[in-house]
Every structure is written in C-alpha cells, then in structure tokens.
C-alpha cells in the first residue's frame, strides 16, 4: 500500500496543474471560482483549448481522440483541472452523448458527430426528463414515429440544461408505445434547429436561466439519425449514466471551494477577530473538510481498484462517491454564503447591463446564488433517493 | 498510488482472518469473558503463536517490523472478533512505547519478552482531570539518586490489572500543564506503594486504577526523563490501530443489521423491503466506506514525521469514525429493535466497543477542534 503518487504521475499532475493555470484564460477561471454563470462562448473557448491538446475527450477510445490514460491519471486531470476553476469540458458532449456515439453508433454517424462533438463545433444537450418522468424516466412519453425515411417527433422535454445554447439534442423518445415501457424507448439525435422545436426558460429561484422546457410539434428527424438500434435506446442511457464514476464526486472542485472560503474568512471580520480564526466557524468547517478527505481517500480506492476489476464490476465504495460528493458541495456553498454575511442579501442581478456599481465587496454577489442554485446537485441525474434505492438493490442486496 | 497489499500484508491478513473466524466467533468469547481474567489465557497463547505480538520489534528483537498498514490489518480482524486480550494495550500502546522512548537497553531486554507472550503491559495516561489531554500530568516523580520516588494516580488504565509492567506518565519538572518535564516510567505493580484496583469496562475489556504513594524506581526502569513528544507518537499509532478496529466491528454490525432487514418479515415480507429502512441502511453504508476510507489514511499517516501533518491526519480519523461509528451504531440497534437492544445478542457488544473507541484518546469533538485550531486539511492555513 503507497499513498503517494509515483514519480511519473506527479509529473503528469504537475504537467496538468501548469497547463490548466496557464492555458485556460483567468477571465473565464474567475468566473468558475466565483460561481458566475460562464457564457456560450466562454465554454468553447475552454473546451477547444483543451481539445487542441487532446485533453476535452481523454475517455473517449483512443481512435476518436481519447487518450488511454491509466485510472489514476484521469483522476489527476479532474482533480487538477477542477482545483484551478477550468471549466470542465461540456459534459453532454464529452461525457454524455461523445461515448455513446463511440459505443453504439455506426461509422458514418461517428465521422460526422465525434471531431465536431469533441472540438465543441456542436453544442449538445441532454433531452431525457419530461414533466411526468423524473426520477421514473422509463416513463417517458415523447414519441417518434417512424414514417419512410423519417421519424415525426412529437411530445416535450423538461429541465434541459443550456438548450439555448445548444446545436443538437439528444433525446430518449418512444417508438413502440407497445412494447413494454424500458423496451420501448430508441435514443434520436436532432437538431436544434429542425422547425417545430420550440425552447422556452425555466429561471430557477436563483434568478440563472440554466434550464428550459423543449417542446416538439412534428419535428421531422432524419432515420440515419437514430443511435444504434431501434427500441435499445434504455440500454445505452444506461451506458450513458454508468459512464463517469469517480468525477462525479468533484471533489476538486470542492477543494476549490474550501481554498475560497479560507481567503474570504480572512477578510470578513467577527467582533474583533477575522472569522478564520472564530474556533466555532472553524470547527464547522473542519468537520467538512474532514468528509471531503474521506471522500477523497473513498475515490482514489475505487480508481486504485478500477485497473483490477472486471468491466461492468462496481466497487461498492464507488456508489457513495455521488451520495457524499452532493451534499459535501452543497455544504460548502452553505459556508461560503455564510462568511460573506449580510452583503449576500442584495440582489445584484439586477444590475446587468446597467451602468451600476456593485454593492458590497465582489465576491459577495454569486454567494447566495450559488447556495440556492446548488440544491440541483443531490437532485439531477438521478436524485440522491434514487441513488440510495439503486445502492441498497445493486449493493446492498435489499 | 496503490492500495494493494504486499505478498506479507496479505498473508498476515490471512492467518489473523482465520485466527478469528476458527476461535472468535460470538459465542466463543462470550466464554472467554467468564474466565477469571476476563479473557482466555488460551487465547493470548494462539495470539502468541502467530507472532502477532512482535509485530512493531525488528526481526533481531523477537518480531516482524510491522508498520502502520500491518497494525491495521490485525487489529480491524481484532474488532471483527471484539478480542479480549490485552493487544491493543501490550503491543500497540506498550510496545510502541518501548519502541519509540525507550533506551535502546531496555528495548533490547524487554522487546523479545513481549512478542514471547511473557510480558504484558499498559500505559496510564488519564487523571482525575486530564481528560484527553497527555500534558495535564500532576502525579509527581522526584529525583532519588539514580532513581525516582513517584506520587499520584492513574485512572482507567486499559487492561491495567492484566499488566505484569505498568508504564506511566509522571513529571519531572514544570507545571502542571507544561509539555516539558513529563517523564516514562516503568512499574512493577507488585511493589511497594503501588496499588491497583481492577475493573471492567462498559464494552466487557478490563481497565484499572493505579495509585502511587512514593513508589521507587530504579535507573532502569526511567524510559525517558522527557518523553511528549514521543508519547504523542505512539498515541497517534495506537488511535490508528483503534480507527482499523473500530472499522472491523461496524463491518460487523453493518453485516449483522442486513442479514436482519433480510430475513425477519413483519407484515408478511421481509423489513428489508421497506424504502425508509432501505434507505437508511444505504447511509450505514455511506458511514462505513467512509471510516474505512479515513482508517486507511490513518494508517498511512502514522508513520509520518512531520507532527504536526501527522497529527492533523490522526484527528481527522478519529472524527471520521467517531461520526460514522455512533450513526452506524445507533442505527444498527434501531433497524434490529427490540432484539439489538438485548446482551445476548452480537450487535449491541460491537455497539458499545464502537462507543468506547470514540472515548479514547480523544472524542470527535476534541480532535475536530485539534484540527480546526490548526488550519484544516486543505487549502490555505489559517
């Protein structure tokens, strides 16, 4: 047993930790750090930067521009990219539909999607949820009949991150309403600007408009445009959701978020003292911490463990990653909220575009924003109760 | 990085595997508990004949060489079992304390007698005030020509009254708080002025009082006239072996509790198929990894050198699995009922043994404060 890394992995993190410090603008890095919402442009200028090094796609097979790293290298890559507030690449590109393209798509559809995926010359995003499929996504009721050489898409999706922005849409639709409900369900890509897909925003109570409601009024598709197989699409979501098991933690990023706290609580000021040294505010923060490097120690045992186990096998411990992972952010942007103090009160949103100073010091602004926006994270891709009924069956054995 | 046993790691996991299962199941030590020692001499000779007890002395010394990793592995199998036998207060506080503080000499004679099963021992740490606190030493040691004359107490010296040597803390200067001046010395309880009253503890192990009404003791037996630093050492490793035991009885409980959801059937299914005890079996699980996770770094961490690193990473354990352990194990008792609330059954002794490790050498709360008043783990200090 040997905690530390050898000497060729410190020079892969320090090689990392230089190159996502250095290529990637600090703009668009301030930006991650204070929690501000990154613009369309912002996230492809980082993810071509990455893919210009070959880095946006490492899991991607190594034909299609992945890179064939060992476990714990890719966690180095997350861990550094996160802990130096580089946007992640766009995760319905390169951790959603790029692999499953690679997996199941013939290869005609790979030439077309996986370069322009890759180098975010498409802007993907993710058509699963619907208003009466949530965490019962077998459910879903959006069809896509097949007429000639087309499919007539019909029905709405809901909670659809960044559709403004996005090119194309993957979507898990109905074709054999038939069939039984998992048997039924084919996995379609369209694009965005196929007539009859309306996007309208959902703002969410932190005032960001990251989602949106997509509706579908027989929107014609393409039948080439059909991933793999008809009626296998729930096979290859499940692929899909199965895919990313220790980034999922980010616990990089939570390492950022502590890094931020610490430099905040020396500024604000309790009575006499700066809050970095308050013992009460401390001690809340340790107990934190003291998860997180749990949680940390939790991911690198299932990555130390990923090069032994069989493909398809789980270490049991890699299903708490979300679990803990969830709750440690939403945790820390409890505590960031709360070292900035009253000056999370104003709502500064109200300010963009106008030719207004802030109120209060600049880090205040994203504080509360962030802390109500973060309650997302133990409710998306499957919420936190979701996750406990899949441990306690595929785990636990219940 | 990697966390893959060595050849030997693996093979020493084997025997005390086995060593458990064959002679430590519940019913068995329910037997070892009612002999008059409070545990099976019978036992303490197997333990001996696996060599588990040289396991911190070199090869030359009777042992094996065994770090912080090999600790862990004998003593999570040891919580597996809930062992009786004075291990924990032999090998891991009293041998690492002759490892660590002791004249080479001394080593040399009394290390082979240990991992020989020939000498068991203790180490009193805790006055009436103290509390966790290894500095707050009032029993006194005054000089008396190439020895000492010791005045005072120790309290709940673990498996104090099974020891044939007591090592003990005493001050050889300073005030009452002072880091300097706290002395280690060696005492043989049958000598005059020691008195020594036996007990067991809550989770059915043995402790004792100790006090000493101007005890002598001779130049040999002064292991270090100025010892902290060194104590503080051993502490760390012996906290470390109690996080890696402490992991081995939540297994237990953890295992017990779902065999339970599984079979008992109320309502005619089996309780296991109710969400809320689905659920809350899923954070058991959450709770254990969790443990396991910090009890490995642990074990890593107490061989660094740098104290204060090393320290930090040791409170950072011992809050993990003073958390984890009272969620897990109050939560073991509730999904079992009114049966995990009885003495016959198993899960209700791993409970208590989980309870006590939290009031060792420091609960949660007094080493998360440790760790908040020195920066945390991550980021920039304070």
């Given at each position: 047993m040997d905690l530390n890394f050898t000497k060729e992995e410190i020079a892969f993190r320090d090689e990392a930790r230089h190159f996502f410090r250095t290529a990637i603008p600090e703009s668009i890095r301030a930006k991650v750090a204070e929690g501000e919402g990154l613009t369309r442009d912002d996230m492809i200028t980082a993810q071509r930067i990455l893919n210009a090094r070959g880095w946006a796609t490492p899991n991607w097979p190594v034909e299609w521009g992945g890179q064939d790293w060992s476990p714990v290298q890719v966690y180095l890559y997350q861990d550094e990219m996160q802990q130096a507030n580089c946007p992640s690449p766009i995760a319905f590109n390169t951790s959603m539909v790029g692999p499953v393209i690679a997996q199941f798509g013939n290869e005609e559809m790979k030439r077309r999607f996986l370069p322009a995926t890759a180098n975010a010359d498409i802007f993907w995003c993710q058509g699963f949820s619907e208003p009466g499929s949530g965490?019962?996504?077998?459910?879903?009721?959006?069809k896509a009949e097949r007429k000639g050489d087309k499919y007539i898409v019909n029905g709405q999706k809901i909670w659809t991150t960044l559709a403004q922005y996005a090119d194309w849409i993957f979507c898990l639709v109905r074709t054999d309403p038939a069939a039984k409900q998992q048997e039924g369900i084919s996995f379609l890509l369209i694009d965005m600007k196929t007539p009859g897909i309306t996007v309208r925003p959902i703002v969410t109570m932190d005032g960001g408009r990251e989602v949106n409601e997509v509706f579908f009024d027989n929107v014609e598709v393409p039948a080439e445009n059909l991933v793999g197989r008809e009626n296998k699409g729930w096979d290859y979501a499940k692929f899909l959701l199965g895919n990313e098991r220790t980034g999922i933690a980010r616990v990089g990023n939570s390492k950022a978020k502590i890094a931020r706290i610490k430099e905040l609580a020396a500024l604000e000021f309790a009575g006499e003292q700066p809050l970095i040294q308050n013992a009460r505010f401390l001690e809340k923060l340790a107990a934190v911490e003291v998860e997180l490097k749990a949680l940390e120690m939790t991911q690198l045992r299932v990555v130390s463990d990923e090069r032994k186990l069989?493909?398809?096998?789980?270490?049991?411990?890699?299903?708490?990653l979300k679990l803990k992972g969830s709750v440690i952010q939403q945790q820390l942007t409890e505590l960031l909220m709360e070292v900035v103090g009253p000056y999370v009160m104003p709502y500064q949103r109200e300010f963009d575009g106008k030719n207004e100073p802030i109120v209060g010091p600049e880090y205040a602004t994203e504080a509360a924003p962030m802390y109500f926006n973060y309650r997302k994270v133990s409710i998306y891709g499957g919420s936190n109760e979701i996750q406990r009924n899949i441990i306690a069956k595929a785990i636990l054995g219940l | 990085m990697d966390f893959d046993l060595s050849e030997d790691q693996r093979l020493l996991k084997e025997s005390v595997d086995r060593f458990i299962t064959d002679q430590y199941g519940f019913e068995q030590r329910k037997k070892y508990m009612r002999e008059p020692a409070g545990y099976n001499p019978a036992m303490w000779d197997q333990i001996t004949e696996i060599g588990l007890?040289?396991?911190?002395?070199?090869d030359t010394l009777g042992?094996?060489?065994?770090?912080g990793v090999e600790t862990a592995i004998v003593m999570e199998a040891f919580g597996r079992g809930l062992v009786l036998e004075p291990y924990f207060a032999t090998v891991i506080l009293g041998g690492g304390l002759l490892r660590r503080a002791a004249p080479e000499a001394t080593l040399g004679a009394l290390a082979p007698r240990v991992a020989g099963g020939k000498l068991k021992l203790a180490f009193g740490h805790v006055e009436r005030h103290s509390r966790y606190d290894l500095a707050d030493v009032t029993t006194t040691a005054r000089k008396d020509g190439s020895g000492y004359v010791l005045n005072g107490a120790k309290s709940v010296v673990i498996h104090g009254d099974a020891a044939d040597k007591i090592l003990l803390t005493a001050r050889t200067g300073g005030e009452r708080r002072d880091r300097a001046g706290i002395g280690l010395f060696m005492v043989d309880p049958t000598s005059p002025g020691v008195a020594r009253r036996g007990y067991p503890t809550q989770d059915g192990l043995r402790a004792a009082e100790i006090t000493l009404d101007n005890v002598r003791v001779s130049a040999g037996d002064v292991l270090n006239d100025n010892a902290l630093p060194l104590i503080e050492h051993v502490v760390d490793e012996a906290i470390a072996a109690l996080c890696a035991e402490a992991v081995g009885a939540m297994q237990v409980m953890q295992d017990l509790t779902l065999e339970y959801l599984k079979t008992r059937k109320q309502f005619g299914r089996p309780i296991g198929s109710f969400q809320v005890l689905q659920h809350r079996s899923v954070d058991m699980l959450v709770a254990l990894e969790q443990a396991r996770s910090m009890a490995l770094f642990a074990a890593v961490m107490a061989e660094e050198t740098n104290p204060i690193e090393r320290r930090k990473a040791i409170s950072a354990a011992k809050v993990q699995i003073g958390r984890s352990a009272r969620h897990l194990g109050q939560e073991a008792i509730q999904l079992h009922?009114?049966?995990?609330?009885?003495?016959?059954?198993?899960v209700g002794h791993y409970f208590k043994r989980v309870t006590m490790i939290d009031q060792m050498f420091g609960d949660a709360d007094t080493h998360l404060a440790f760790l908040a008043r020195h920066g945390g783990l991550f980021g920039r200090a304070a």
């Amino acid at each position: 047993m040997d905690l530390n890394f050898t000497k060729e992995e410190i020079a892969f993190r320090d090689e990392a930790r230089h190159f996502f410090r250095t290529a990637i603008p600090e703009s668009i890095r301030a930006k991650v750090a204070e929690g501000e919402g990154l613009t369309r442009d912002d996230m492809i200028t980082a993810q071509r930067i990455l893919n210009a090094r070959g880095w946006a796609t490492p899991n991607w097979p190594v034909e299609w521009g992945g890179q064939d790293w060992s476990p714990v290298q890719v966690y180095l890559y997350q861990d550094e990219m996160q802990q130096a507030n580089c946007p992640s690449p766009i995760a319905f590109n390169t951790s959603m539909v790029g692999p499953v393209i690679a997996q199941f798509g013939n290869e005609e559809m790979k030439r077309r999607f996986l370069p322009a995926t890759a180098n975010a010359d498409i802007f993907w995003c993710q058509g699963f949820s619907e208003p009466g499929s949530g965490s019962d996504l077998a459910s879903l009721r959006t069809k896509a009949e097949r007429k000639g050489d087309k499919y007539i898409v019909n029905g709405q999706k809901i909670w659809t991150t960044l559709a403004q922005y996005a090119d194309w849409i993957f979507c898990l639709v109905r074709t054999d309403p038939a069939a039984k409900q998992q048997e039924g369900i084919s996995f379609l890509l369209i694009d965005m600007k196929t007539p009859g897909i309306t996007v309208r925003p959902i703002v969410t109570m932190d005032g960001g408009r990251e989602v949106n409601e997509v509706f579908f009024d027989n929107v014609e598709v393409p039948a080439e445009n059909l991933v793999g197989r008809e009626n296998k699409g729930w096979d290859y979501a499940k692929f899909l959701l199965g895919n990313e098991r220790t980034g999922i933690a980010r616990v990089g990023n939570s390492k950022a978020k502590i890094a931020r706290i610490k430099e905040l609580a020396a500024l604000e000021f309790a009575g006499e003292q700066p809050l970095i040294q308050n013992a009460r505010f401390l001690e809340k923060l340790a107990a934190v911490e003291v998860e997180l490097k749990a949680l940390e120690m939790t991911q690198l045992r299932v990555v130390s463990d990923e090069r032994k186990l069989e493909k398809g096998k789980q270490n049991p411990a890699s299903s708490i990653l979300k679990l803990k992972g969830s709750v440690i952010q939403q945790q820390l942007t409890e505590l960031l909220m709360e070292v900035v103090g009253p000056y999370v009160m104003p709502y500064q949103r109200e300010f963009d575009g106008k030719n207004e100073p802030i109120v209060g010091p600049e880090y205040a602004t994203e504080a509360a924003p962030m802390y109500f926006n973060y309650r997302k994270v133990s409710i998306y891709g499957g919420s936190n109760e979701i996750q406990r009924n899949i441990i306690a069956k595929a785990i636990l054995g219940l | 990085m990697d966390f893959d046993l060595s050849e030997d790691q693996r093979l020493l996991k084997e025997s005390v595997d086995r060593f458990i299962t064959d002679q430590y199941g519940f019913e068995q030590r329910k037997k070892y508990m009612r002999e008059p020692a409070g545990y099976n001499p019978a036992m303490w000779d197997q333990i001996t004949e696996i060599g588990l007890l040289g396991l911190p002395f070199e090869d030359t010394l009777g042992g094996f060489g065994g770090g912080g990793v090999e600790t862990a592995i004998v003593m999570e199998a040891f919580g597996r079992g809930l062992v009786l036998e004075p291990y924990f207060a032999t090998v891991i506080l009293g041998g690492g304390l002759l490892r660590r503080a002791a004249p080479e000499a001394t080593l040399g004679a009394l290390a082979p007698r240990v991992a020989g099963g020939k000498l068991k021992l203790a180490f009193g740490h805790v006055e009436r005030h103290s509390r966790y606190d290894l500095a707050d030493v009032t029993t006194t040691a005054r000089k008396d020509g190439s020895g000492y004359v010791l005045n005072g107490a120790k309290s709940v010296v673990i498996h104090g009254d099974a020891a044939d040597k007591i090592l003990l803390t005493a001050r050889t200067g300073g005030e009452r708080r002072d880091r300097a001046g706290i002395g280690l010395f060696m005492v043989d309880p049958t000598s005059p002025g020691v008195a020594r009253r036996g007990y067991p503890t809550q989770d059915g192990l043995r402790a004792a009082e100790i006090t000493l009404d101007n005890v002598r003791v001779s130049a040999g037996d002064v292991l270090n006239d100025n010892a902290l630093p060194l104590i503080e050492h051993v502490v760390d490793e012996a906290i470390a072996a109690l996080c890696a035991e402490a992991v081995g009885a939540m297994q237990v409980m953890q295992d017990l509790t779902l065999e339970y959801l599984k079979t008992r059937k109320q309502f005619g299914r089996p309780i296991g198929s109710f969400q809320v005890l689905q659920h809350r079996s899923v954070d058991m699980l959450v709770a254990l990894e969790q443990a396991r996770s910090m009890a490995l770094f642990a074990a890593v961490m107490a061989e660094e050198t740098n104290p204060i690193e090393r320290r930090k990473a040791i409170s950072a354990a011992k809050v993990q699995i003073g958390r984890s352990a009272r969620h897990l194990g109050q939560e073991a008792i509730q999904l079992h009922g009114g049966i995990g609330m009885t003495n016959e059954y198993a899960v209700g002794h791993y409970f208590k043994r989980v309870t006590m490790i939290d009031q060792m050498f420091g609960d949660a709360d007094t080493h998360l404060a440790f760790l908040a008043r020195h920066g945390g783990l991550f980021g920039r200090a304070a």
